[in-house]
């Protein structure tokens, strides 16, 4: 499944957006489509002049394609397979198999018939190698991977109890999306 990444704006602040990380979330894709048809037709585009935005609407298209499969007759996928809907083809869940704590047993499982099975390895996804290497050719600004199915806003430090980064790489200059929140 080919990853599509769309770059729109000249703007010195550069926000990098993913959508659809979970297959089940039909929606984050849907607002990714808006979000950019807006962008594009928009008869003021002042904030593109601002911002630079690099957006993947469909992070976990193999995901989608199975929950979209799941719809039809016969494929032997229940809602009792609900969980396995938001993981890749390789019935990984991508959201846990980034490199940040990647091996923390509380908040993700090596057990791969768990919904938050997360991999063979940190990174062993081409889905978050995609988001690895774009955030390095980008150097964003503000990442946000936008999710549907929760009334809740997380941060990266939502899986510990210890609140915000206190140690490096957490710097003030890497927080600059914290900032603007405040």
């Known amino acids: ?14 926000v990098f957006l993913t959508f659809g990380i979970h297959g089940r979330e039909y ?25 630079t935005y690099s957006i993947i ?5 193999s995901g989608r394609s199975r929950t979209d499969d799941a719809v039809g007759a016969g494929t032997g996928l ?12 390789n019935l990984v869940d991508l959201n846990r198999n980034f490199d940040w704590d990647w ?17 063979t390895g940190a990174n062993s996804e081409v889905e978050t190698q995609t988001v690895d290497k ?12 936008i999710h549907t199915g929760t009334l809740a806003m997380y941060a990266p430090w939502n899986h510990n109890s210890s609140g915000t980064c206190a140690t490096p790489p957490c710097t003030p200059q890497n927080d600059k999306g914290l900032a603007v929140l405040d």
């Open 1 to 14: 499944w080919p990853l599509k990444l769309a770059t729109i704006g000249t703007g010195e602040t550069r």
């Open 27 to 51: 929606m984050t894709s849907e607002i990714a489509m808006n979000f950019l048809g807006r962008l594009c037709s928009q008869q003021d585009r002042s904030i593109l002049d601002q911002i």
């Open 57 to 61: 609407p469909v992070l976990n298209p």
């Open 78 to 89: 229940s809602e009792l397979d609900c969980g396995n809907r938001r993981k890749n083809a």
């Open 103 to 119: 091996d923390d047993d509380d908040a993700s499982s090596s057990d791969q018939d768990s919904t938050s099975y997360r991999g």
């Open 134 to 145: 774009v955030a390095g050719r980008v150097q964003p600004d503000m990442y946000i991977d």
